[in-house]
C-alpha cells in the first residue's frame, strides 16, 4: 500500500484554512511507492483529487499526459468543513488516501457573484397611485469565474436620510432564466431575470427604493453597489381622493374662518356693552 506524504505551501493540518478565491497548489511528489525497488519514482501510481467543493481531478497518471502529481485548485466561495481527499493507486491496485478538512475564509474584498445588468430595470406602472401595486422586473448576471449562486435571494428597500428599510409584502417572487423558465440557481457566466410585486403604501410621496439581487451563501458585507440597484419612483393620488382631501380641508379652513369671526362678534360685544 503507498505511504503518503502529501505537501502544500501553508502546511497541512488537519484543519487547513485557506481564502476563497485564491490559487493553491496541491502537490503529491512526497507519495512513497513501497512496491518499487525505489519507492520515490512513483512511476506506476495513479492519483485521483477530490476537493470536496463537486470538484475532481482523475483518475490518471502524475506524468504525462495527466499531470496529477502536482495540481492548483482555487476555492470560489468560502465555507466550513470541505472534505479533501487524494486516493492514489498502485500497479497491484492497492489503494491508500489521504483526507482533511478544509476550511475556506472569505476574501477580505467584497466581490458578489451577482450584478445587476445596467438598463434592465422595468416598473409597471412608472407612477402608480399610492396603495396599489406595482410590477418590478430587472435582469442580474452570475459573473465569469465565480460560484454557481444556489441561494437566489431578492429585497426591496426605501432609502431614507441614509437608512434603508426593507420592505415586506413582496408577492410573485419569480427568478428566470434567459428562456423564461423559473430556477432555484445560476451558474456562473449566466443571465436571469427577477420579477415580483409590491404594494405602494397608502402615503403622498416620491420614494427613493433600491432592489438588491444577490446569493444568500454569500457574506452579508458583500451586498453593495454591483448587485444593487437604486430608483425613484413618483406616486401619485387619484382624483377621488384629491376631491375628498379639498373637501376636508375646505371644511376645516371654514370652521377656523367661523370661529374666527364668532370670537371677533364676541370682542364687539363687549366692547358696545361697556
Known sequence: MPVLRILDPIAWRETTTLIEGEPYAFDASGTMDDSLLHP?????????????????????????????????????????????????????????????????EANSTAHPDIAIVPGTLLVEPPRPEAGTSVHIRVGFRNQLGRAAADDL??????????????????????????????????????????EFTWTVPERIAEYSLVVRVYDGNEPPSWINVANAHGFRLEVTVPFVRWSLLGAIVLVLATAVAVSALLAGLRRLNRRDAE
Open 153 to 194: 435571494r431578492v429585497t426591496l428597500a426605501i432609502v431614507s436620510q441614509g437608512m434603508d428599510r426593507n420592505q415586506t409584502g413582496i408577492q410573485g417572487l419569480r427568478f428566470l432564466d434567459a428562456d423564461g423558465n423559473d430556477v432555484g440557481s445560476l451558474p456562473p457566466d449566466r443571465n436571469a431575470t427577477v
Open 40 to 104: 520515490g519514482d512513483n512511476v506506476n501510481l495513479t492519483y485521483r483529487w477530490d476537493f470536496g467543493d463537486g470538484t475532481f481531478l482523475g483518475p490518471g497518471k502524475g506524468g504525462a499526459p495527466d499531470f496529477l502529481l502536482n495540481v492548483t485548485h482555487i476555492y470560489p466561495r468560502w465555507g466550513y468543513g470541505y472534505p479533501f481527499e487524494l486516493t492514489v493507486r498502485d500497479a497491484s491496485d492497492e489503494l491508500g488516501w489521504l483526507r482533511r478538512t478544509v476550511v475556506v
